[in-house]
């Protein structure tokens, strides 16, 4: 759902009362297990459904409050509304914020979520359905505190994928010679250490916060490996996507199962920008989908209203 280890504000949620991951939380999403999609039909007039991924989240604030003392992890339900694709395009941000205000007033006790709920979390009690989307908020990872760039860190090595892609610069150094920047050999050692033994007690990354440079350098190579990851990632996707819109046997009706398991593989991934894009420009070449042109509009505009309410609900 969202690219790596992801700073995220929730939007909307099922949790109500408590601490929790309430409206305004921020944390660092990353997958969880392995982050498939369903699709719950919401046959209303204006709605198709909700998307629902599983995700991992760290979270350095509940709600509107301070950052809290030390990060807290949450397994949770993370949503994306899918509006009716053959309304009017221009009705689409109010259906959407409408959708967004809703959410938490769903029967989350109902068979339908129970069952959903049972199927991507394995239980059923204190599980919270979100809405979430990136948000900025002028945080920096050089200048932000030592807890939210120690969640970052540790919410992105969390990921067996993002791992694999750091091991495999830190393990081969002919392949960390390739780099363009050998100024972070020092780098490169420390994490090689690091991942050899991971129960360091916290050295590793105390070390890199006890400097500018060092936090500077960390978030240089961490990028350069996710870049490693995102490559061979859209690869697979890319090819995914186009056995999806290219084979014949699949016909994408409205309110087919088809059509609700092709908009999991769409707004999968969707706020990663080059994918989405990519996504969309296949999308709109593909014959077998019915009204192809509405549900890319619908898509793109969903993104874009998610991410604007994220702005809107920081800045309170």
């Known amino acids: 759902m969202f690219e790596n280890s992801t700073r995220v504000i929730?939007?909307?949620?099922?949790?109500?009362?408590?601490?929790?991951?309430?409206v305004g939380s921020i944390g660092y999403a990353v997958p969880c297990g392995t982050d498939v999609a369903t699709f719950l039909p919401q046959r209303t007039q204006f709605m198709n459904g909700l998307v629902l991924f599983p995700l991992r989240v760290a979270f350095i604030r509940y709600g509107y409050e301070k950052e809290r003392p030390k990060y807290e992890i949450k397994r949770l339900i993370g949503a994306i509304p899918i509006i009716n694709e053959l309304r009017q395009n221009s009705?689409?941000?109010?259906?959407?914020?409408?959708?967004?205000?809703?959410?938490?007033?769903?029967?989350?006790?109902?068979?339908?979520?129970?069952?959903?709920?049972?199927?991507?979390?394995?239980?059923?009690?204190?599980?919270?359905?979100?809405?979430?989307?990136?948000?900025?908020?002028?945080?920096?990872?050089?200048?932000?505190?030592?807890?939210?760039?120690?969640?970052?860190?540790?919410?992105?090595i969390s990921q067996e994928h993002a791992?694999?892609?750091?091991?495999?610069?830190?393990?081969?150094?002919?392949?960390?010679?390739?780099?363009?920047?050998?100024?972070?050999?020092?780098?490169?050692?420390?994490?090689?250490?690091?991942?050899?033994?991971?129960?360091?007690?916290?050295?590793?990354?105390?070390?890199?916060?006890?400097?500018?440079?060092?936090?500077?350098?960390?978030?240089?190579?961490?990028?350069?490996?996710?870049?490693?990851?995102?490559?061979?990632?859209?690869?697979?996707?890319?090819?995914?996507?186009?056995?999806?819109?290219?084979?014949?046997?699949?016909?994408?009706?409205?309110?087919?199962?088809?059509?609700?398991?092709?908009?999991?593989?769409?707004?999968?991934?969707m706020f990663i920008d080059v994918v989405t894009n990519w996504k969309l420009g296949i999308l709109s070449k593909a014959k077998t989908v019915q009204n192809r042109s509405s549900i890319a509009a619908k898509i793109k505009k969903t993104k874009e209203v998610l991410e604007s309410i994220a702005k809107e609900v920081s800045k309170k």
Not at 132 to 137: K, M, R, S
């Open 10 to 22: 929730v939007i909307s949620s099922s949790h109500r009362k408590g601490i929790g991951p309430r």
């Open 91 to 156: 009705m689409s941000e109010k259906i959407i914020r409408t959708c967004v205000e809703k959410l938490p007033k769903e029967d989350f006790d109902s068979h339908l979520w129970l069952k959903t709920k049972l199927n991507l979390m394995g239980k059923t009690d204190n599980v919270s359905t979100c809405i979430l989307a990136p948000v900025n908020d002028n945080s920096n990872l050089i200048t932000c505190s030592n807890l939210e760039f120690k969640t970052w860190f540790e919410s992105f």
């Open 163 to 269: 791992k694999r892609a750091v091991k495999k610069i830190v393990n081969n150094r002919m392949y960390f010679n390739k780099l363009h920047d050998q100024r972070l050999g020092y780098v490169h050692e420390n994490l090689r250490l690091y991942l050899g033994n991971m129960n360091d007690g916290g050295l590793f990354i105390e070390y890199m916060l006890d400097s500018v440079d060092r936090r500077k350098d960390l978030v240089r190579f961490i990028r350069i490996a996710s870049s490693i990851y995102l490559s061979g990632f859209f690869t697979q996707h890319a090819e995914s996507i186009t056995r999806l819109l290219t084979k014949r046997e699949y016909i994408y009706k409205r309110g087919s199962s088809n059509t609700s398991m092709l908009f999991c593989r769409l707004v999968d991934h």
